[in-house]
């Protein structure tokens, strides 16, 4: 687009505009021509300086390379001549045509000029130096309409200016200038100026207000036109605000620091600050809490009622207003946390990945947390334990070779439980449901076909030494060694001691226990039982074995298997195969002698008594049964 500088087609230079959209690394763009040093060149609205520009064979111009989609702007200039001009005024050139007026030499005004009106309405061209040794005072108004071309004005002395000077060429001054009103009410301002737009700087009246542009009563800097405003150090623009108020910086900026080491830097006088850098490294941007004085990293607040993370526009993780926060989740679910942390996979899972130096950062290394399509994994890519802890103690491992041990580090066993707390079980398994289809546990080992000594439990005291089993061979299961007991109750006089290890007791009457809603239960018997109390007693039960200490009185009595009755010799001594009876001692057997007898043990071993009141355990196998003695 070519035209006038100006909105009047005046004598003066024309203009040609030329746009180009840049293709990616373009360095030449091929104009229609061009005046050389009479080009401007803007990349994206940025006005570059002359070192950034090759412009000599008036056609090409050469800039470093571009990106894609980059917009570059040239402006070139065309300079004309008018052929005649009318001067008017104390001075008139008419209807002379072709007419110059030339000043080839230098005008020295040494002393003082005093000039009332000096009205120029044509062309002045001066090709050499005005120089003003002296004062120039221009009381009146110096309006030049038509155009002043000055190569150097050169103003050695003080210019005062009681009201306006309007300069419409290049004015350079290496002395003062001073622009002064003696009253406090008065604007006051040099204007610079075309025929369509003007810039001011001066004081605005009464109220003192310094201003750079066109506006009254405050403090302003800029322009009145859709233009935009540079800023420059060292003949390169390092600042430019767009006529859209799009502000761009081509060096660091600083706030609070004079030596800003990154692009933006807001410091607290040049010690702890926020930087800012774009492309600190191949797409990567860098924000930074620093202080340059301490040379130290400094804490960094983020205040916010919610905070939202992105990845290329993409929401991927949100710290809500109550501090729940969702990864992948922009709403985070919580179930009644006051707290809540959830990871949401946008595929068929979502997990959580804890690797270090040890244990490496691959895909197959370290902790796995995880949920894929409705199932939950914990996995422990090392190898090595998991380790479980309550009240800042392992309460629970799993092995790499997959053995568990519940409060126990080291498990020997599949499943190794340890355990040390008084009055107590250590384990309970409850199937509910109130319904006979709710079973309990299954107990598979052994060979395939139940051949050989298959030992399903083994039983052992409290450092582990075996006391029994239970096995199974052939379809049948063994339970090693045996011995059967019935729930007794003993007489309020006897619970808190009850009776020694094999003393014999009598059934005094049955009582029923009580589920949890107190009803008896069908085949519950418990036994009221005393010590026997006469010889040859058919109620006789069993010998007394121990008291159940969770009950508060409840006690045992064997009847089957394996054990030991106290007996005297009112039979005699004993032999093998001897039948077991009450005797009149309360509590204490006898070899029975009489046919038939009530016994509830065969002697396993033979006694000999001393005298007739000694008493011995004598090792039995229990059974109630009549029983006639041997020959």
């Given at each position: 687009m070519a035209g006038y500088l100006g909105s009047v087609p005046v004598p003066q230079a024309t203009q040609h505009r030329e746009t180009f959209t840049a293709t990616a690394g373009q360095t030449t763009f091929n104009t229609a021509g061009y005046t050389p040093q009479f080009i401007d060149v803007y990349l994206n609205g940025v006005h570059l300086s002359p070192a950034d520009v090759t412009a000599t064979n008036g056609s090409d111009v050469v800039l470093s390379a571009c990106l894609v989609n980059d917009i570059v702007d040239i402006v070139s200039y065309t300079p004309f001549e008018v052929a005649s001009q009318t001067f008017t005024g104390t001075t008139t050139m008419t209807d002379v045509v072709a007419a110059t007026l030339d000043i080839s030499g230098n005008i020295d005004i040494d002393g003082t000029t005093n000039l009332d009106v000096v009205d120029i309405d044509g062309a002045v061209d001066m090709a050499s130096t005005l120089t003003l040794a002296g004062n120039a005072d221009f009381n009146g108004d110096l309006d030049v309409d038509g155009t002043t071309n000055l190569d150097v004005v050169d103003i050695d002395g003080a210019v005062n200016?009681?009201?306006?000077?309007?300069?419409?060429?290049?004015?350079?001054?290496?002395?003062?200038?001073?622009?002064?009103?003696?009253?406090?009410?008065?604007?006051?301002?040099?204007?610079?100026?075309?025929?369509?737009?003007?810039?001011?700087?001066?004081?605005?009246?009464?109220?003192?207000?310094?201003?750079?542009?066109?506006?009254?009563?405050?403090?302003?800097?800029?322009?009145?036109?859709?233009?935009?405003?540079?800023?420059?150090?060292?003949?390169?623009?390092?600042?430019?605000?767009?006529?859209?108020g799009t502000t761009s910086f081509n060096s660091n900026v600083g706030i609070g620091t004079s030596a800003p080491v990154a692009d933006f830097v807001v410091s607290n006088g040049g010690a702890a600050g926020i930087e800012l850098q774009p492309e600190i490294a191949t797409d990567t941007n860098r924000i930074t809490n620093f202080d340059r004085a301490a040379s130290a990293y400094m804490n960094f607040r983020l205040d916010a009622l919610t905070h939202q993370f992105l990845i290329s526009g993409t929401e991927v993780m949100r710290i809500a207003s109550n501090g729940d926060v969702g990864i992948g989740k922009s709403s985070p679910g919580n179930p009644g946390w006051a707290r809540n942390v959830h990871f949401h996979g946008s595929g068929n899972g979502g997990g959580l990945k804890l690797t270090d130096n040890t244990s490496g950062s691959g895909n197959n290394d370290g902790l796995d947390i995880a949920s894929y399509q409705g199932t939950a994994f914990i996995i422990n890519r090392e190898n090595a334990d998991i380790r479980f802890h309550t009240n800042d103690a392992e309460k629970m491992r799993i092995t790499s070779s997959g053995a568990i041990g519940f409060n126990n580090s080291s498990p020997s066993h599949q499943f190794d439980f340890l355990h040390d707390s008084a009055a107590t079980y250590m384990a309970r398994f409850h199937h509910n449901g109130n319904n006979v289809n709710r079973y309990g546990i299954i107990i598979a080992v052994g060979t395939d076909d139940n051949s050989g000594t298959n030992t399903h439990i083994s039983f052992a005291d409290g450092d582990s030494d075996s006391v029994g089993s239970v096995s199974s061979s052939g379809g049948t299961v063994s339970y090693n060694a045996f011995s059967a007991s019935h729930e007794v109750i003993l007489p309020d006089a006897d619970n808190a001691e009850g009776y020694p290890y094999g003393t014999l007791v009598e059934t005094s009457s049955i009582t029923y226990a009580k589920n949890l809603s107190g009803q008896d239960f069908e085949r519950g018997i418990r036994y009221n039982v005393t010590k026997s109390s006469g010889a040859n007693s058919k109620a006789v039960l069993g010998a007394y074995s121990g008291k159940i200490t969770q009950e508060t009185n409840l006690h045992f009595a064997y009847v089957l298997g394996d054990g030991h009755i106290l007996c005297n010799n009112s039979g005699g001594n004993i032999a093998v195969g001897d039948g077991i009876c009450t005797s009149s001692t309360a509590g204490i057997g006898q070899k029975a002698t009489v046919n038939p007898s009530m016994i509830i043990g065969i002697a396993q071993e033979a006694i000999t008594f001393a005298d007739n009141t000694e008493t011995k355990l004598v090792a039995v196998q229990y059974g109630l049964q009549q029983f006639t003695p041997w020959p």
């Open positions: 200016m009681a009201t306006t000077l309007l300069v419409t060429g290049v004015l350079t001054n290496t002395g003062n200038i001073s622009i002064t009103e003696t009253g406090a009410n008065n604007e006051k301002s040099l204007t610079i100026a075309n025929s369509s737009a003007n810039s001011m700087i001066g004081v605005e009246g009464s109220s003192g207000n310094r201003f750079v542009g066109s506006a009254a009563n405050n403090m302003f800097m800029g322009t009145t036109s859709a233009d935009g405003l540079e800023f420059a150090t060292n003949n390169t623009v390092r600042a430019n605000i767009a006529s859209d």
